[in-house]
């Protein structure tokens, strides 16, 4: 799952009539770093959405001037990406009903129990940023021509391209396998994006960057008091996921009990969440990739063989950079396109002695390393075109092939000048030169030292 981001603060409307009451509301739902702001009635609420956008409304159904539902309608007519909390009286539970039908998150009756509100604002506002960072994605797909496309015409990527969009329709679970930096995560939005669920949430999980416990509360959730520190009720990566696709990459390194609790899940397509007892049931579709041959792990007993075959429904096997380099042309040109936006540069594209040199690399990184190679070159270079000087020195060396062996320049020297040329380039700012060279500063000034470099 994209994780959100820590700096989002969603912004909140509260619409009650009674003071105190949407106080109480506010101070509850700030300490969550929410902006809240309140309104008592329905008119100034909707004039202030006309200047600013709200993430989340908790509307009373009766207040002094707008019905609550009229409130509702207006808002999904007109601000589509807003969701909807309801307040209403014991007595008109059939009224916020009839709202959630009307397209209402959900509602809480009066008097308000604050644990249970800021529980439903919490899922209501992942749902708004699980839709904002689905549409950003998008938008970053689309935009490079990608669509559900892949860039290069080699047979290889031809290969995984019709089968892309021969399995993107459908919604059998998929296994992705290939070395890192092979693309999988592009692989698999593409699939997401080609299929009937492309509306919905996809959720990025990576298995191999959590404990045993912590998997289990991220992908199933916990109930309020399942264990100390848990005050609120959490959805899991797969409810939030539902009618949506979950991409489980490093798949290989799960625990083997959660592989069973996985294995539960595929097969019942219901979760339960942690200190929970009542089953959930969750559609959604599976995408799992690994960097290694699964079929190996199950062989060396390391990971399921029950999991591996449903998770292996459809296998998509991508390619290495090094067994397609006729591709390398077009990705250095979408590389060199995304980064000279991106720096505010006027870059045309890469000398020939520099693609001859790309094209005899290995890329043991793959497409991965390829695209940090292009951001450094485009971040360095003082001209329009990229010249081999502008590449990283272990690339750079690669060409001096037809140069006499006796005239070659040493690692140590091609290095010095390196770092010359990214210190000219930052104006001797060290902490940005340790940035572009990818090193600590206190390696920096190493090798500062060691060659003697003086601003």
């Keep these: 799952?994209?994780?959100?981001?820590?700096?989002?603060?969603?912004?909140?409307?509260?619409?009650?009539?009674?003071?105190?009451?949407?106080?109480?509301?506010?101070?509850?739902?700030?300490?969550?770093?929410r902006l809240v702001e309140i309104f008592a009635d329905g008119s100034s609420a909707l004039k202030r959405m006309n200047q600013?956008?709200?993430?989340?409304?908790?509307?009373?159904?009766?207040?002094?001037?707008?019905?609550?539902?009229?409130?509702?309608?207006?808002?999904?007519?007109?601000?589509?990406?807003?969701?909807?909390?309801?307040?209403?009286?014991?007595?008109?539970?059939?009224?916020?009903?009839?709202?959630?039908?009307?397209?209402?998150?959900?509602?809480?009756t009066k008097p308000v129990k604050m644990a249970e509100l800021r529980a439903l604002a919490g899922q209501a506002l992942t749902k708004v940023k699980l839709r904002q960072e689905k549409e950003a994605l998008e938008n970053e797909l689309f935009s490079s021509r990608r669509n559900y496309d892949l860039i290069g015409n080699s047979p290889a990527t031809e290969k995984v391209r019709q089968m892309i969009k021969k399995v993107a329709p459908l919604s059998c679970n998929v296994l992705?396998?290939?070395?890192?930096?092979?693309?999988?995560?592009?692989?698999?939005?593409?699939?997401?994006?080609?299929?009937?669920?492309?509306?919905?949430?996809?959720?990025?999980?990576?298995?191999?960057?959590?404990t045993e416990e912590l998997i289990a509360n991220e992908l199933f959730g916990h109930?309020?008091?399942?264990?100390?520190?848990?005050?609120?009720?959490?959805?899991?990566?797969?409810?939030?996921?539902?009618?949506?696709?979950?991409?489980?990459?490093?798949?290989?390194?799960m625990p083997a009990s959660m592989q069973v609790k996985?294995?539960?899940?595929?097969?019942?397509?219901?979760?339960?969440?942690v200190g929970g007892i009542k089953p959930i049931t969750v559609d959604v579709?599976?995408?799992?990739?690994?960097?290694?041959?699964l079929n190996r792990a199950v062989e060396n007993g390391k990971f399921r063989q029950d999991l591996y075959y449903r998770l292996k429904v459809v296998l998509i096997s991508l390619p290495p950079l090094r067994s397609r380099l006729e591709d390398i042309p077009l990705l250095v040109k979408h590389f060199i396109s995304r980064y000279s936006e991106a720096f505010g540069k006027q870059i045309s594209g890469v000398s020939p002695q520099v693609l001859g040199i790309l094209e005899n690399y290995p890329f043991p990184g793959n497409v991965r390393e390829l695209e940090h190679i292009i951001e450094s070159a485009v971040a360095l270079a003082e001209n329009s075109t990229i010249e081999p000087v502008d590449l990283p020195p272990d690339i750079q060396k690669l060409s001096f092939n037809n140069i006499d062996r006796d005239k070659w320049p040493s690692l140590q020297e091609l290095e010095k000048a390196y770092i010359q040329k990214v210190l000219v380039k930052t104006g001797y700012k060290k902490q940005a030169a340790a940035r572009l060279l990818k090193i600590p500063r206190t390696t920096l000034w190493r090798k500062l030292k060691r060659y003697n470099i003086q601003e």
């Design 223 to 253: 109930e309020k008091g399942a264990f100390t520190g848990a005050v609120e009720t959490k959805i899991g990566l797969l409810e939030a996921a539902h009618q949506g696709t979950i991409f489980l990459d490093e798949i290989a390194t």
């Design 52 to 108: 600013v956008a709200f993430d989340l409304v908790i509307c009373d159904l009766k207040l002094p001037d707008i019905n609550g539902l009229e409130i509702l309608q207006r808002i999904k007519k007109r601000f589509r990406q807003t969701e909807v909390i309801m307040i209403t009286g014991f007595g008109s539970v059939e009224s916020a009903i009839e709202a959630i039908r009307s397209g209402a998150f959900h509602y809480v």
């Design 285 to 293: 579709r599976m995408i799992a990739a690994s960097n290694q041959e």
């Design 176 to 210: 992705i396998q290939g070395e890192s930096g092979t693309g999988k995560e592009l692989v698999a939005r593409a699939l997401h994006l080609g299929s009937p669920r492309k509306d919905n949430a996809f959720i990025s999980f990576n298995c191999g960057s959590f």
């Design 262 to 273: 996985l294995l539960r899940f595929v097969q019942e397509r219901n979760i339960l969440r």
């Design 1 to 33: 799952m994209p994780s959100p981001n820590n700096d989002w603060q969603p912004r909140v409307a509260v619409i009650d009539d009674e003071l105190i009451s949407r106080r109480e509301i506010k101070r509850g739902l700030e300490r969550e770093n």
